[in-house]
């Protein structure tokens, strides 16, 4: 990782938070209400999102260029959705445990290698919620079926990376953390961080 630049660093006073009120609960997220302080001196009420969960990502890069993809309805829009494989990992749990685990069960694929490539604050306005996103390769295919959590109806692609990249500048796949791992891998492949055949397939 790079060394932060000067320029990155705090100002101000930071949000000053009276007692927190729990105002909803479930296995998944957890909703508190709160009086605070803005940085400006001004009261204000704010209401907070924590998540019980870390948001796991990863990006299977095969050796010919190419991603797999999982699609699935999701609720909260009502659309159908082509994501990278993505899951939610115990807090007390390794990420990159959660992270293989995710990749198995929605694909069916193991990866030799793991690299972290990305740590996101997904709406850190409201949520708490952080996001991890992993970079497989070495990639095969198990023999375990690939199997959601019960609620999960689950399709699969494989397709090239240049391709998927352009549908998803073209505004076709909106999911955040897909976009941003695909955005890194880019990047990666640009900057001379990836194998230089596996580099020249993603940008071709």
Not at 15 to 20: C, L, S
Not at 148 to 154: L, N, S
Not at 168 to 194: K, N, S
């Amino acid at each position: 990782m790079s060394q932060k630049p000067d320029w990155l660093v705090a100002h101000g006073t930071p949000w000053k938070a009276g007692e927190p009120r729990r105002v909803y609960d479930n296995p998944w997220i957890a909703v508190t209400e709160q009086t605070a302080v803005a940085p400006t001196g001004k009261p204000a009420l704010y209401g907070l999102v924590a998540f019980k969960n870390r948001a796991l990502a990863i990006l299977p890069l095969h050796d010919d260029a190419t991603v797999t993809l999982v699609g699935q309805h999701r609720f909260p829009f009502a659309d159908y959705s082509w994501e990278i494989p993505e899951g939610g990992g115990p807090l007390d749990e390794p990420p990159l445990a959660g992270a293989r685990r995710e990749l198995l069960e929605e694909t069916g694929l193991e990866a030799e290698q793991w690299t972290e490539i990305l740590r996101m604050q997904l709406s850190n306005s409201v949520t708490d919620e952080l996001a991890i996103g992993y970079l497989a390769t070495g990639l095969t295919q198990s023999q375990a079926e690939p199997r959601g959590d019960g609620t999960e109806d689950i399709a699969r692609v494989r397709a090239p990376f240049r391709e998927v990249l352009d549908a998803t500048m073209a505004g076709h796949i909106q999911d955040a953390l897909t976009v941003a791992m695909l955005l890194r891998g880019y990047h990666m492949a640009r900057e001379g961080l990836l194998p230089d055949a596996l580099a020249r397939g993603m940008l071709e």
